[in-house]
């Protein structure tokens, strides 16, 4: 048997067993592990509350608490934008036309502030 043959044997083994496992954990999360997966899970379990600025923010934007809750749960980080290498961690956050920055800590995360669709408000 050449080589050539073992190896197709080989990698034919092994698909069929990823494929095998596939079939037998349809509900894990392959991707859990991912920093964006891991984040968006920090920001979600965190206690949750909003900064003086921010509560001024979504009354000027028209932001209301259930947009707020449906970005933490179905947002995306944007780490270009983010600052982690400061103390607490601040993420920029996006859905849709809202981006937010949140301060992260290890059991809380803060809303600091706001921004829909590039408008900006008087707030101080």
Same mark, same amino acid.
């Not at 036309?97 to 920055?101: E, I, R």
């Given at each position: 048997?050449?080589?050539?043959q073992r190896l197709t044997r080989y990698l034919l083994g092994?698909?069929?067993?990823?494929?095998? @496992?596939?079939?037998?954990?349809?509900?894990? &999360?392959?991707?859990?592990w991912l920093p964006q997966k891991q984040v968006m899970q920090n920001i979600r379990e965190a206690d949750f509350s909003f900064g003086? &600025?921010?509560?001024?923010?979504?009354?000027?934007?028209?932001?209301? @608490?259930?947009?707020?809750?449906l970005a933490r749960n179905e947002g995306r980080v944007d780490f270009d934008e983010s600052d982690v290498k400061r103390s607490p961690k601040l993420y920029h956050l996006e859905y849709g036309?809202? &981006?937010?920055?949140i301060e992260l800590t290890d059991s809380?995360?803060?809303? @600091? &502030?706001?921004?829909?669709a590039g408008k900006v408000c008087p707030c101080p």
């Open positions: 048997m050449t080589f050539s092994v698909g069929i067993g990823l494929i095998a @496992v596939y079939l037998m954990f349809p509900q894990y &999360d392959w991707l859990e003086k &600025d921010a509560e001024c923010q979504m009354a000027c934007l028209g932001v209301n @608490v259930e947009q707020i809750q036309n809202l &981006d937010m920055k809380t995360a803060k809303l @600091v &502030d706001i921004l829909s």
